[in-house]
């Protein structure tokens, strides 16, 4: 059975501060900018003849919201980093499994090598998989599993 044109979507969320990236902590995120993690995802996807979205928030009710947009859009997989909402947000579980996109929870630094606070994920039990510690490439490697599952 062939997938439509909206199946063929991958949106990216990024959680709170990531807009931050290139500037904050760049000893435990990196020197990349989000701009330019994006634009690389954006051209790979469509190298592939995928659309992808990229959206970024420092607001929890906001990527509910582009959560359930997904839906309605008929997105075909997610790729999400919630940054601090990894551990406190209930409420984006709930749109998650509403929803039912397949997802891969992306994290730049290995949140089991920081604090203990950090070592829980509301996430990581309903998506398809988790990549931490990568860095930037996390968010590759999202990316390359998304489009296979798409062909597939």
């Known amino acids: 059975m062939a997938k439509n044109s909206k199946s063929r979507s991958i949106v990216v969320l990024h959680g709170p501060n990531l807009n931050l990236l290139g500037t904050r902590e760049p000893s435990v995120y990196g020197r990349e900018s989000l701009e330019s993690i994006n634009r690389r995802l954006t051209a790979t996807a469509r190298a592939a003849g995928v659309r992808l ?87 590759d490697l999202a990316l390359a599993y998304a489009l296979k599952h798409l062909k597939a």
């Open 53 to 139: 979205e990229c959206f970024q928030s420092n607001h929890e009710g906001e990527l509910v919201d582009r959560i359930q947009r997904a839906k309605k859009e008929g997105a075909g997989f997610l790729i999400l980093n919630p940054a601090g909402y990894t551990h406190t947000s209930v409420v984006i579980r709930d749109a998650l499994t509403a929803v039912r996109i397949p997802f891969v929870e992306v994290h730049l630094s290995n949140i089991f090598a920081r604090e203990p606070w950090r070592h829980h994920s509301h996430f990581t039990a309903v998506a398809v998989g988790a990549i931490l510690g990568l860095g930037s490439s996390g968010y």
